[in-house]
């Protein structure tokens, strides 16, 4: 009897034993056994799987997927190795930034090389502005050349403000002036008379980054282009610089319909304007601001010019008891 139920029990425990779930694989080796699945799905699915767990011990893996017959795999793949922030994919990147067929892949190789951050990757990026057939590509090229930075990076991006391609003289413009790259101020400047008026627009705020007095001649004459984002762009740069020129252009745009240009307004009036006509320009489009994005920059902007003025904020009336 004893025997039996002892023998119950045993086969009892085994059952719930076989019952239970196994302890789980390690979700990177999952991960990179889908990478050699025969569906490009699951592949691809595989590589932001490892791109999500961000293990360094997938870069070898990684880089032998960058030769996969699928375009969107290897898409995938140099998302995942760009944030992993590899050096040892810098030059493989490089391959598929200037060799590989589909487009797609190539920006995806220009943008992950932004993450890596090697200057090695310099010329390839280089080759990329100035020869690629796909914009994207050429633009994600230029915005990665301008976190890299250096004289050979600022060269090409300020050859590339001579571009056919407005779109690409715009991310230009852009791109040196988070640079801040002397090389790149005379070709800012030239393009303050481009024929598109996003370009000059583009290169006026560009301009201000540099926070350099010598660009204000360049901006103030700016104030007189026919475009009001031009005129606006160029009077932000100017008060980043301490300069009152575009203050009477910001009392203007105020009263704009383009939510955009009044915060634009706003910032510049936060640091360029006066006690007698800013502050109360500001006061009253705060008042009667509807949109809350623009009402807080508004609110912060008349904090700013008070704080600049050494004037104390109002407290607001306590409502009755």
């Not at 196994?22 to 990478?35: F, W, Y």
């Not at 290169?203 to 540099?210: E, H, N, T, V, W």
Request: no cysteine; charged share 25%; glycine share 8%.
């Amino acid at each position: 009897m004893i025997t039996s139920f002892l023998l119950t029990a045993f086969l009892s425990a085994s059952s719930l034993q076989a019952q239970q779930p196994a302890a789980p694989a390690d979700p990177a080796q999952a991960a990179l056994a889908m990478l050699k699945d025969k569906d490009p799905g699951v592949r691809r699915q595989g590589a932001g799987e490892l791109r999500r767990l961000n293990r360094p011990e997938a870069v070898p893996a990684l880089l032998a997927a960058l030769k996969d017959p699928d375009a969107g795999v290897r898409a995938a793949v140099v998302d995942a190795l760009g944030l992993l922030r590899s050096r040892d994919a810098a030059a493989p990147l490089g391959k598929i930034l200037a060799a590989d067929p589909d487009a797609g892949a190539r920006q995806s190789a220009a943008t992950a090389l932004a993450y890596i951050a090697d200057p090695a990757a310099v010329p390839d990026l280089v080759a990329a502005l100035e020869k690629d057939a796909a914009p994207g590509v050429r633009y994600a090229a230029a915005r990665t050349l301008s976190m890299l930075r250096g004289p050979a990076a600022a060269a090409a991006l300020a050859k590339a403000l001579q571009d056919p391609d407005a779109n690409m003289r715009r991310v230009a413009a852009s791109s040196l002036g988070q640079m801040q790259a002397p090389e790149g101020l005379a070709g800012l400047r030239s393009t303050l008379a481009d024929k598109d008026p996003g370009v000059r627009g583009e290169a006026a705020r560009a301009l201000g980054k540099f926070n350099d007095p010598a660009n204000a001649p360049a901006l103030r004459e700016a104030l007189k282009d026919p475009d009001g984002g031009v005129r606006l762009n160029a009077a932000l740069s100017l008060a980043r610089m301490k300069d009152t020129a575009g203050v009477p252009e910001a009392l203007t745009a105020l009263g704009s319909r383009n939510a955009s240009e009044r915060a634009m307004a706003a910032e510049v009036l936060g640091m360029a304007g006066d006690e007698k006509t800013g502050l109360p320009a500001l006061e009253k489009a705060f008042a009667a601001e509807a949109d809350p994005n623009t009402k807080r920059v508004f609110d912060f902007a008349r904090g700013q010019l008070r704080g600049r003025l050494g004037i104390k904020s109002v407290p607001a009336p306590k409502a009755p008891a």
